[in-house]
């Protein structure tokens, strides 16, 4: 054992264990400060930050019928079902509403929800209730069989008298919580609203004893492979070990782009330990180790920088301004016992010597000029008093520490807490206590890690001597945003990137400052503003980069303009100091990408100001405290990749902040009919390109008056038949004046009666449109309208869609008819029908069509089959036929199209030779392993995995520890000219140490023509089933570096490669294992090796020896 992990070990197993802490800045990093002590090794392991790949309106999606109609079914049309291919389960569906628990958006009682003999909706009977929903959603989430459990920490209720619950379900796994995966299940008004999961998944990773390794043993390991400097020792323990299973990507998928295989194939999971500690006080280190590589695979900084009575002198904002004088609420005085000033500032004075030392009942100050105390014996008034200057400087009066910087750190930092609390009184990390550390001697940020705020006393850059900056202890904005990442990871953890974090520090600043520039005084220097902006001398300004503003708008379209927020101008995907991490989601350095989502919220607080004056301000509290629980990312990639402002970046994940608002809004448990809000946050968030979907109805007002809404908004009817919408007119703020309902659009040859006329809020009128044979048919659009006085007129959208008759008879036009050789998952399309709302598609494997393989009902005039329904080579038939509201019109012809063979296989009327053939039971035949180097394990094996096609014995190569290249050779074989298909077949197992888009230790396939003297690498187009996983990393000895190859785990499987390039030729095939020195795995197996070939068979061959007597 080295010196240096001797001691990290003592202090491993001496220190106790802390709970694991961020830490976060408003400006990117600067260069290390001089004596940091930085880890050599670099592990980023971006597969865990794994996405969900999601298909909108997945409540339209045939593929997913059976999984979805059951519910719709049961619970109606209005909800929209978004569905994560990754695990092939429901993410989100939404909509309007199950009742759950008694409330404002139903009828129970709470005679109806008595449960486990309680009758108060208190958490354990809500979840218990919310938890036998969700199992009783099979097809939707399939959650059978997997364990779990309630997250109490991200669990809450919100809103006066618990209008809304969020509540959440971690998975675990052997006893092992999955990171970041769960069911979840939000609440409004006693009704379920939305529901579903996130990257929920079956867990195959092998959960025992000699998996985990001991604690003590993987930090040694852990410690050996990061190589810090000699003599660099663990300060602090923030966490001493904990086991925790990741979701990762699969080998073969790409961060930020859809799902490329199979659905419900999206995810793996690694068995990590988590170390997180400091070895100095620059950094909080967080350390990923696989169990199964033995490997360090991701580390990174968690460090994210910023940019009687108690009273004394503070700055409001920041000091830019005269200082005013405050009392301090909640600090703690020593007047004959512990006591604590109330939100006044104000105690009880006993008489005697009173003590203040601003280590409060919610914050310490620690300010590095000296400590803070401050007493009195004669009236018990602590006044801190108040001075110019700035860092060190203090009124000559308690002390050295007694500077501005904690004065007004202590008042603004205990305000926002006090509001926090007042919003989330279950909160537990609102009742801790933080210390703030001041006046550090740094300058040009600020930072929140392990638990901690530290505030840089003014100066120059270190990095650029001619910014200045001022002390981030005294500008308010500072500390709100740092806060702000505090709160972030106490309201059930923060987003798995930074840029999403970093909107949540600026929207807790403007919330309290109302002012869009972050930190206005953070810069000193002269005409020093942050970047691209017109006049904040603070860190960002939203104002410039909103609706509002003069720059081109934040968003993921313009996020490189060069004239905005120009974030390609830093390194992307951004590492901050070459070695962590710190990127929003779109890869971007995370405080330049937060613009997109704080902006959003910028402008929907103008928004909301804007329709409802003061008390807007209010809304946006309420809308923003109350999602901060069930939010994550506020926004995500849908596709495109990382850096990239092309890619397709949307709000519709369950835990993206546009979707979380709606559901905080809601106000009757049904989203279906919009919120009172709903437009307005559709509006902010489709402003800077992170809503979802169409534009939902607001369903308040700021100004008195009414609002109209209707049920159904969609019709469709036969010509000669009627269609009825329940027009209702809400009043707003107390409205009670009679309605006049309007109707026109009405098509012609149809007519429209309301059955009352005006209607007096809050009433209903049904609208009926009366059609005739002759009534013009199509879609049409009505607009009803409304109109009152003392209102503003009102107007509503509705469709009426009128058939004439029964639709005609598709025609079919692909597959072809008597269409060959054609693909598993085929593109079926039909030329559309006039008047045809729908069709019904039919699929089966013969004429008669009974027991059709597929009869679904479909809208538009195309079906993509999903792989796994049809066979190779087998012959198929398929028609269609359209319908509309009056009835279903006459089918289709029938088609009939044929599939391809599978990869490898003679087709009809050809028969197969095999030219070669090998299943290692007798042993090694002609194969030899002539050329390997280092260790060759290459030899027959009776204990391979079940599965292969021969059984019994097969050949295995061992992935070893150590560097080598270990070679299987076939003997030589000629190829036949003209035979078509030509293949080579082999059936492959293999368990090669791999990680995410690159081989550790790693196959391939090479081919020799010229008797072994030189070597090819066959690759595609030749692979013509299963081609190579990822390139071989170069860095750990591997003899194929740079050279793509199969790794990773895969079951036993025929391998197909076409041979027709070599045709005529004799050839040899060279199968190579290479392993570099480090991690090794279970190894290669290969078995039932063949070159085949396909001849034609002759007709009436059994006359081709002449026995006929020729005519």
Not at 259 to 285: I, Q
Request: net charge negative; charged share 15%.
């Amino acid at each position: 054992m080295s010196k240096r992990f001797r001691q990290a070990a003592t202090c491993l197993l001496l220190s106790s264990v802390l709970v694991p802490a961020l830490s976060f800045a408003v400006l990117p990093g600067d260069p290390p400060p001089p004596g940091q002590r930085l880890p050599a090794l670099r592990a980023v392991h971006d597969g865990l930050e794994v996405a969900t790949s999601l298909k909108l309106d997945a409540e339209r999606d045939f593929s997913l019928s059976a999984r979805t109609q059951p519910f719709l079914q049961r619970h109606g049309s209005a909800w929209q079902i978004r569905w994560d291919e990754r695990n092939d389960r429901a993410a989100l569906v939404q909509g309007s509403g199950i009742p759950l628990l008694p409330g404002r958006g139903n009828r129970l009682t709470a005679g109806d929800v008595v449960l486990a003999g309680s009758m108060e909706q208190d958490l354990p009977v809500v979840a218990d209730r919310a938890r036998r929903f969700l199992d009783s959603m099979p097809e939707l989430l399939a959650l059978d069989g997997l364990d779990l459990r309630l997250d109490r920490e991200r669990s809450t209720a919100y809103g006066e008298g618990h209008t809304h619950w969020l509540l959440e379900f971690q998975q675990f796994h052997d006893g092992i919580p999955v990171d970041g995966a769960y069911a979840f299940v939000r609440i409004a008004h006693g009704n379920i609203i939305q529901f579903g999961s996130e990257r929920i998944a079956d867990v195959s990773v092998p959960v025992t004893k000699s998996s985990k390794g001991t604690r003590e043993a993987v930090f040694a390991d852990a410690w050996r492979q990061l190589d810090f400097p000699d003599g660099t020792q663990v300060s602090e323990w923030l966490e001493e070990g904990e086991l925790r299973i990741y979701p990762t990507l699969p080998a073969g998928e790409s961060l930020a782009q859809p799902l490329r295989g199979l659905r419900g194939n999206g995810y793996d999971h690694v068995l990590a330990w988590r170390f997180v500690f400091r070895v100095d006080e620059h950094a909080v280190w967080q350390v990923l180790y696989d169990t199964g590589s033995g490997r360090v695979i991701d580390l990174r900084d968690l460090t994210l920088h910023v940019d009687a009575v108690v009273k004394g002198h503070v700055y409001p904002t920041t000091n830019l301004e005269p200082s005013i004088e405050v009392t301090f609420p909640f600090a703690a005085v020593n007047n004959n016992g512990a006591k604590v000033t109330d939100i006044d500032g104000i105690y009880d004075y006993s008489g005697g010597t009173a003590t203040v030392t601003l280590d409060g009942k919610y914050f310490r100050m620690a300010d590095t000029c000296g400590s803070i105390s401050l007493s009195n014996s004669s009236n018990g008034i602590l006044d801190l008093g108040g001075n110019t200057g700035t860092n060190c400087a203090t009124p000559g009066s308690g002390g050295a520490g007694n500077t501005n910087a904690s004065r007004t750190g202590f008042y603004h930092l205990t305000l926002i807490n006090t509001k926090a609390r007042s919003i989330l009184p279950a909160n537990s990390w609102l009742q801790t206590k933080v210390t703030a550390n001041m006046n550090v001697n740094q300058t040009c940020n600020a930072s929140w890690g392990g638990g901690q705020a530290r505030f840089f006393k003014s100066g120059a850059s270190a990095s650029q001597p001619t910014t200045t900056c001022g002390n981030t202890g005294e500008i308010a904005a500072v500390f709100l945003h740092e806060w702000g990442h505090g709160m972030d990871q106490n309201t059930g953890g923060a987003a798995n990137e930074n840029g999403s974090g970093e909107a949540v520090g600026d929207t807790f600043a403007f919330l309290e400052t109302r002012d869009s520039c972050i930190g206005p005084g953070f810069f000193t220097n002269p005409g020093g503003i942050c970047y691209n902006c017109t006049s904040c001398t603070g860190v960002r300004d939203l104002a410039d980069f909103s609706l509002e503003g003069t720059r081109p708008i934040a968003s993921p379209a313009n996020v490189t303009a060069d004239a905005g927020l120009n974030c390609d101008r830093l390194a992307c995907p951004y590492l901050q100091n070459g070695i962590s991490p710190y990127r929003g989601p779109m890869g971007y350095e995370g405080h330049c990408e937060s613009y997109i989502a704080s902006t959003a919220n910028w402008d929907l607080k103008n928004a909301l100001v804007s329709e409802f004056g003061e008390a807007g301000w209010q809304r946006m509290d309420n809308i923003w405290y109350g999602s901060l629980v069930p939010s994550k990312s506020a926004y995500r990639v849908a596709s495109g990749g990382q850096c990239n402002a092309s890619a397709a970046v949307d709000g519709c994940n369950s835990n993206n902040w546009y979707t979380v608002y709606l559901a905080i809004d809601d106000d009757n448990g049904n989203l279906a009919d919009g919120t009172p809000n709903a437009c307005r946050i559709w509006d902010a968030f489709n402003a800077h390109g992170i809503a979802c979907g169409a534009r939902p109805a607001c369903t308040e007002s700021g100004k008195s008056g009414f609002s109209l809404q209707a049920k159904p908004r969609e019709a469709a009817i036969c010509a000669g038949e009627s269609a009825d919408y329940t027009i209702s007119a809400t009043g707003v703020n107390g409205f009670s004046s009679p309605v006049t309902l309007a109707a026109s659009g009405v098509p012609a040859g149809a007519s429209a009666a309301f059955s009352a006329n005006p209607v007096i809020p809050d009433g209903d009128s049904v609208l009926t449109v009366t059609t005739g044979t002759g009534s013009a048919t199509g879609t049409h659009t009505l607009m009803v309208e409304g109109e009152a006085a003392g209102s503003e007129d009102q107007t509503l959208e509705l469709h009426l869609t009128i058939a004439p008759a029964s639709p005609g008879s598709p025609t079919l036009l692909s597959p072809e008819n008597q269409a060959t050789g054609q693909p598993l998952a085929p593109l079926f399309s039909w030329q559309a029908v006039g008047a045809a709302e729908g069709y019904r598609f039919e699929l089966a494997d013969n004429a008669a069509f009974s027991s059709p393989l597929v009869d679904i009902f479909v809208t538009s005039s195309s079906l993509a089959l999903d792989a796994g329904v049809l066979d190779f080579d087998r012959d198929y038939y398929w028609r269609v036929s359209a319908s509309n509201s009056c009835g279903t019109g006459a089918e289709s012809s029938v088609y009939t199209f044929r599939t391809g063979v599978q990869p490898g296989a003679c087709g009809s009327g050809q028969l197969a030779v095999d030219l070669m053939r090998e299943d290692f039971s007798a042993g090694m035949g002609a194969f030899s392993t002539v050329g390997s180097t280092g260790s060759s394990t290459w030899a027959i094996t009776a204990a391979a995995p079940a599965g292969s096609p021969s059984g019994g014995n097969a050949v295995l190569a061992v992935d070893l520890h150590t560097a080598s290249d270990q070679r299987l050779m076939s003997p030589p074989v000629t190829l036949p000219p003209g035979s078509a298909p030509l293949t080579l077949q082999f059936w492959n197992h293999q368990a090669l140490e791999a990680g995410i888009d690159t081989c550790y230790d790693a196959g391939i396939l090479e081919i020799s023509s010229d008797g072994g003297g030189t070597w090819t690498l066959i690759d595609e187009p030749e692979i013509i089933h299963r081609a190579y996983d990822d390139p071989v990393a170069g860095n750990f000895g591997n003899a194929l570096a740079g050279q793509p190859a199969w790794c990773g785990d895969r079951d036993w499987e025929n391998y197909v490669v076409d041979l027709a390039a070599f045709a005529g030729q004799t050839v040899q095939f060279r199968w190579r294992l290479g392993t570099d020195n480090s991690v090794g795995a279970e190894g290669w197996h290969l078995d039932d090796i063949r070159i085949q070939a396909c001849t034609t068979l002759e007709k009436d061959r059994i006359f081709a020896d002449g026995f006929e007597v020729p005519r």
